[in-house]
Every structure is written in C-alpha cells, then in structure tokens.
C-alpha cells in the first residue's frame, strides 16, 4: 500500500506500507486498549516486548504479592553477572544464553519474573524444564539444549543435586532461595547495571520448550523473537484471551507447558497484571483470585474440578472471574455449565509444544445472545476457531484435503507464523514441502470455522494435561524380568480424563506379580506414569 502525506512544504510525500508492517499494524489494532475488535465489532529487529508496558503503562503490575511494576523488570540493573560471563555468539553474532530453569513465578519473589523477562531481553534462550519427568528424560533434555546455567527453586534441590554429575554443559548452578555469595541475590547486588538490551535478527531463539509424551525422547521446540511476539499478539486479542492492563491474570500452567500457554508474554506486551502461585491448593488459589481481583484465569480441567470441590465445602469462590480458559485436554460439559453459572465466560483452547501453544480458541459469535442454552453449551464444547496466523485442514491417510462439514473426520494439519519447522537439533523439517505440520490428532472442521477433536493418532495417552507414552511404558514394563509382553490403553478417569491401564502377558513358567512390576517401572518411569491397574491376560491381540 501507498499513501501520501498531506499538509507537508511542497510536495507531499509517499509512504510505502509492506505487508508485514501492516499486518504488525493491524495485530495491534484489534487489541481491547486500541480499537477492541472482535467478530462481533461493527466497525521486527525486536527489543523486548515488555518494553511497551514499561514505557507506556510503567504503573501496571507485573507481578503480585512482591508489586514488580514493569518499569522495574525494564531494568537492566537485575542482570546476573554469571550471564554475562557465558555469552555463547551464534552464526548472526547475537550473545545468548542458555538458561535452564526449575521453577515457577510465584508472589514470594520476584528473581523468577526478572530472568524469564531480561535474559530474553539481553539475547538469551530461556529452557524451563519439567520436574516432573523421569531422571533419563531431566539427563537428556538438559545436555541436549546445552544449557550453561541452572535455576532453581531449593524445593528442587535434592533432584539438582542427584543429576548434577550428568548434567555435562552446565557450568553455573544458581538456586533463587540461597541467601549466600552463590545465591541469586548476591549475583544481583554484584551486577552494576552498565548493560545495553540487545537488539539483533528476529529470527534469533528466545525460549526453548521440550514436548512430553512422544515415543523415545522429548523434543526440542525453539521459540524465536518473531514468534513469540506475533503469537502475543494474537493472544491479546478479544477472542483469544481478552488481554488489556485492565486484566488480572491467573495462570494455573507451568512455565514448562509451552511458557505458561504464552500469558506471560501476553501480559507483558499488553501490560495486565499477573498473579502466580507456587501451588495449585485450590483454597491458595480461591484466596489469591479474590485477594487479587482476579479476572482471567487459565488451566486444565483438573484444577477446576479441585476449585469445585472447595467451594462445595467452604462455600467459597472467585468473586472477580469474567474469563476462564480450559486447555490441555476438554472439559466436561458440567464443568463448562457451572463455570457460566458463576458468571464467566468459558472458551476452549486448542494447541501443543509445536504452535506456542495457541491453535485455536472459542469466543461467543455476533448471534451468541440469540442461541439456546444448549447451543451455547455445544458450541464451547469444541475446541474453537483459528485466531489470526494459523490455518488448519483435516486429511484421509491418501493426503487428500477433506471437508470442513462437521461430518468427517481426519488427521489434523497447522501451519502459521508460530507453528514448528524443525525440531532443535533435527536434521530434518517437521512440516511438508507446503509447510503442514501433522499434529497427530484426529478432528472435524466444521462449517461455522470451529474445530472439535474427535480422537488421537498417536500413541499417547493424556492424564490431567500431561502426556504418556504408551510405547515407552509398554517397552518399560517388557524390560521387567518376567513379562513377555505389555500393552498399555488409556482409560476414562472422571478426575484426570484418562489414566493408563497396563495388560501384561507373562513368560512361561514365570509368576511374576503386580507388585514386582510397579516396582520396576517406578525406576524407570515418571510417577504419574504408573499405570492405575495391571491386568494379567493369556495373549494380546
């Protein structure tokens, strides 16, 4: 596009709007502070994206319980002295650090909400690990990323302590809770601010998430500057999440989980309030939310089921909540009918690792106020539409594109700004020659633009938000002396949607027992893996 100015000393003069800054231009205009658009509206060298709230809205909250405005994180003062000393440059000369973390924000303290912020602003990479997983995944995703230093929370340090010797690149160990010389706060003191925010390609990573669940060891997943920030951007906006400095956020999601879903970043580049805990006790998390002002919160289905049961005895509830956002895995229809029954919107989200993680999101459409109660329940029940930037289609196993007719199903393929190419470290894309990841799910698209999963390809099972593999558990429990063969399903948990059911054969002449088997997988599996129950059969079909 060409315009032209007007009013200017002799000629006007031409000004030429590229595709890219126009599409920029208009990610920001549909945000509720600028122009709040919606469906329903009539009408990069990057520098860090908090760099808008901290210069635009330095009052607005970045963190609660400890007040960290986003002026303050805009310091450059609370860099770590350590970070500066292992710099590692790239191909396009940008320093980078590689920092690996154990953790989460929480309104104890704010050295978490600092580092995820700076070290991004200063050029480095971000790798928040899941403590959770089995000690050979923590062993293999830390060398694999490379890291060169550890956060960590104490809470974490015994696990620190027993992987340490296997951990071969990293070369600083920082935990946040130390008050010693080693400890966070002395490397903080020791800094003396004269540090400049680096400005380099926006292609360059910022975040380094792993995925959970698939078959033999996670994958690596790099975030860049122009990701991140365009899938910001898409998230702000009213139908995704809704984001303004108006807006106090929960977020009941590990930083681990694709970056907490993307809300910090989110936040900071729309300057709304964010409130963390460092638990998921539903009567912590129904205090902070009222204490707080809480207006949007996000999360699995698990941790409102465990909302509904404090509240069914003490009485208690979110007095502030207008939006409430449900991913990871779908959430019950009563669960959605009670959740609008205490007054707040509910939408679905659909997503993975490999798309940052938005892919879709529900929102209510222009005729949403004359559609039935059961409509309206139907219609959050999917998993949404595709907000800005991502395309989706379904596929038969020939390739062929099918449908969007809510009748058939196929495998689901994305594409979009913010969608994976190629895994860290692989030596091969993860996407076609037209730029289609295959997400391994199977879905409808139905003829409104919403998408509903219907069933998953792969061989995982999902409990609670979190991936198994049932190939690694099965290949686990056939490692156990005595077992022939294993076979691992998922099966329906009214708590946690599905938990893994184990069949197992045993050799001939062999006697081995439940309790044997448990045993062995523990030492090799990650706790939540452990199956519900062993079932003893002849033969596996």
């Known amino acids: 596009m060409l315009c032209y100015t007007s009013g200017t000393t002799g000629n006007p003069k031409g000004v030429l709007y590229t595709h890219r800054s126009t599409l920029i231009h208009a990610m920001a205009e549909v945000a509720p502070w600028v122009f709040d658009l919606s ?196 998230e702000v906006a009213p139908w995704v999440f809704d984001l303004s400095p108006n807006a106090v956020v929960l977020p009941v999601v590990p930083m681990f989980h694709a970056a907490a879903w993307g809300l910090p970043f989110a936040c900071a580049l729309s300057g709304a309030k964010v409130v963390y805990s460092a638990v998921n006790d539903p009567a912590v998390l129904c205090r902070l939310m009222n204490d707080e002002k809480v207006t949007h919160s996000a999360g699995v289905p698990t941790v409102w089921l465990a909302m509904f049961g404090h509240m069914d005895a003490t009485g208690d509830a979110p007095a502030h909540l207008r939006l409430v956002t449900i991913g990871g895995s779908a959430a019950p229809r009563a669960m959605i009918e009670r959740i609008m029954g205490m007054g707040a919107t509910v939408k679905h989200l659909w997503g993975m690792t490999e798309t940052s993680p938005i892919g879709t999101a529900g929102f209510a459409p222009p005729h949403w106020e004359d559609m039935s109660h059961e409509e309206k329940l139907d219609l959050v029940g999917k998993q949404g539409s595709v907000p800005f930037g991502i395309e989706l289609r379904i596929i038969d196993d020939e390739g062929t594109v099918l449908a969007r007719d809510g009748k058939v199903a196929g495998r689901l393929q994305v594409r979009g700004p913010w969608v994976v190419q190629r895994y860290f470290g692989a030596d091969e894309d993860a996407v076609d020659s037209d730029g289609w990841f295959d997400t391994g799910d199977v879905a409808m698209l139905h003829s409104d633009g919403t998408m509903q999963i219907t069933d998953r390809s792969k061989d995982v099972i999902k409990s609670g938000g979190e991936w198994i593999s049932s190939v690694d558990l099965e290949n686990a429990a056939v490692g156990c002396p005595g077992v022939a063969e294993a076979a691992a399903i998922g099966i329906h948990h009214p708590k946690w949607d599905e938990r893994p059911l184990l069949l197992v054969v045993r050799k001939p002449g062999s006697d081995v027992g439940e309790t044997a088997i448990r045993e062995h997988l523990a030492e090799h599996v990650a706790k939540w893996w452990l199956p519900d129950a062993i079932v003893f059969v002849e033969d596996l079909p």
């Open 39 to 234: 469906p329903n509206a009539v009408v990069l060298p990057v520098v860090p994206m908090f760099h808008a709230a901290a210069w635009g809205l330095p009052f607005a909250c970045a963190l609660s319980g400890a007040k960290v405005v986003y002026s303050a994180v805009n310091d450059p003062a609370v860099l770590c002295r350590l970070m500066n000393d292992e710099k590692v440059t790239h191909s396009a000369g940008v320093p980078t650090v590689w920092l690996a973390m154990f953790g989460h924000m929480d309104a104890t303290g704010d050295a978490p909400a600092h580092l995820r912020l700076v070290t991004i602003g200063m050029g480095g990479v971000i790798h928040t690990i899941n403590p959770r997983l089995f000690d050979e995944q923590l062993v293999y995703i830390a060398n694999h990323a490379e890291d060169r230093v550890m956060l960590y929370d104490k809470a974490f340090q015994p696990l620190v302590d027993r992987l340490r010797a296997q951990w071969t690149s990293i070369r600083h160990y920082v935990c946040f809770d130390d008050l010693g010389p080693d400890g966070f706060q002395a490397l903080l003191d020791a800094e003396d601010g004269d540090y400049e925010w680096v400005e380099g390609p926006e292609r360059e990573p910022c975040m380094l998430c792993y995925t959970s669940g698939t078959t033999g060891n996670p994958k690596g997943v790099l975030y860049t500057h122009r990701s991140t920030l365009i899938h910001a951007m898409a």
